[in-house]
């Protein structure tokens, strides 16, 4: 990476703390991503990106701030960066997938607050993460208490808007959610001194899009008999989508399926012959945790699909193109983010659906439940996505785990046990 120290500093950061981030990133990056075999070409777009993560993309953002664009923070897949990007700003995902932060993290929060939480918060409170300190808003969601609580400290230090996601799916509540997509945009206009119009709205509705299709453009390559891509590369790409420009994004990830449209036809696949396959479905991945997919990956199973918000629940359902007037389009938005089935919602019946239909479609043989510690309402829908996977005849096991690796050798011997079992 180049010399960045200038950028970070007038960014306020601590810079003594960050070169110790710095110098472990290549190494575990290397571990994980470039031993793989046979990797397509157009991974390097994304190794790059990853090399220069705290570099590039933030110089970007900075010298957009410069010309007055605003840089928007969100923590979750409910916040419609269709309204960010429409009123020129720029939407960068925060999450956190570090143990790094934790004890930054633990000065301010609870020990036992979710590992995404607690990370988001010590990234920011520590000083550490160029893109938190380079927001100039932040976007909340009444989800999980562990995140609203965070909001609390976060809008002491940034300014901090907060969206109310309904916890039910009422026509009630939905219509709720409208107004809050609707009071959202305000608040995005006064942030940027700027009116979003109709036609900049539909715009970037038809961009956004577009990310989404291409996204699911990746993902179906993993249906085939042997994938031509790692659930590892693949995770990563979806994680990078969250804060790369989107325009280059899609270009760059359309090339990469180019290359993957080839591979299909060589019959060139990334998996040892008949290796398993496994669903992932759970709490999101936030950069850099590869950890369950590094586990599985290098246990001769293949990742085929992730039904998570760093997975399918960010581009599954496009916003309807029909309407082009403000109403009808903050409508669709309202409607298309309600369709996501996050285990914030009770009931959330639609989730057991998801997942059984995914298993089919990415043609699994089993399906890993995957959550972080002190994340109930994942945790606690374990037992009904369980009953309902075993009566349709579908393994699943659920493995509880943070961002160190000081449990990797059990998660992968009770893996093993998994794996051995699948009918294969
Ligand atoms: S739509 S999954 S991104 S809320 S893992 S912080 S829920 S205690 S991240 Fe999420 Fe939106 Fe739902 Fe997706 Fe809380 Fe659980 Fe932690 Fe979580």
Redesign the pocket.
């Known amino acids: 990476m180049a010399d960045y120290r200038e950028m970070w500093s007038s960014l306020d950061m601590d810079l003594e703390k960050h070169d110790e981030l710095c110098a472990v990133l290549p190494e575990f990056y290397g571990e994980i991503y470039m031993e793989q075999e046979n990797r397509p070409e157009g991974m390097n777009y994304f190794n790059m990106v990853v090399s220069e993560i705290h570099g590039l993309r933030v110089k970007e953002l900075n010298e957009g701030k410069k010309e007055n664009k605003k840089v928007v923070g969100t ?4 916040v419609p960066d269709e309204i960010i990007t429409a009123a020129g700003a720029v939407s960068v995902g925060l ?1 956190a997938g570090s143990d790094f932060w934790h004890p930054d993290g633990e000065k301010i929060v609870p020990k036992n607050t ?1 590992p ?2 607690k990370a988001a918060v010590g990234a920011y409170f520590g000083k550490t993460c160029p893109y938190f300190q380079s927001c100039d808003l932040i976007v909340g ?1 009444t ?2 208490d ?2 609203k609580k965070a909001w609390e400290i976060f809008s002491e230090e940034i300014d901090t808007h907060v969206m109310e996601l309904p916890q039910m799916k009422r026509d009630k509540n939905k219509k709720h959610w409208e107004e809050e997509v609707e009071l959202f945009k305000e608040k995005i206009e006064s942030v940027t001194g700027h009116n979003i119009t109709e036609e900049e709205l539909y715009e970037k509705i038809k961009l956004h899009n577009e990310k989404r299709n291409v996204l699911k453009r990746l993902y179906d390559f993993r249906k085939v008999d042997n994938p031509p891509i790692s659930g590892k590369d693949v995770l990563l790409i979806t994680q990078i989508a969250f804060y790369d420009d989107p325009k280059r994004f899609i270009e760059m990830t359309n090339k990469l399926c180019d290359e993957l449209d080839e591979r299909i036809k060589e019959n060139n696949g990334v998996y040892k012959e008949n290796a398993p396959r496994l669903l992932i479905t759970g ?2 991945m936030a950069i850099p945790n590869w950890k369950m997919h590094h586990i599985i990956e290098t246990s001769n199973a293949a990742v085929v699909a992730e039904e ?2 760093t997975g399918t ?1 960010y581009f599954k359902n496009l916003v309807s193109e029909e309407e082009k007037d403000m109403e009808g389009m903050i409508k669709n938005l309202a409607s298309r983010y309600m369709k ?1 089935n ?3 919602f009770t009931p959330n019946k639609s989730r057991i659906d998801d997942i059984i239909n995914m298993y089919k479609e990415y043609r699994a043989d089993g399906v890993i439940y995957y959550s ?1 510690p ?5 945790a606690a829908e374990y037992m009904s996505v369980k009953e309902a996977l075993e009566k349709e005849g579908i393994p699943v096991i659920m493995i509880e785990t943070g961002y160190g690796l000081e449990d990797a050798g059990q998660i992968k011997t009770r893996l093993e046990a998994f794996l051995e079992m699948l009918d294969k």
């Not at 002190?374 to 994942?378: A, D, I």
């Open positions: 923590f979750c897949v409910f999450c979710c995404l939480v969601e989800t999980c562990a995140k709490t999101p998570t918000c629940k996501t996050c285990a914030v972080l002190f994340c109930t309402c994942y």
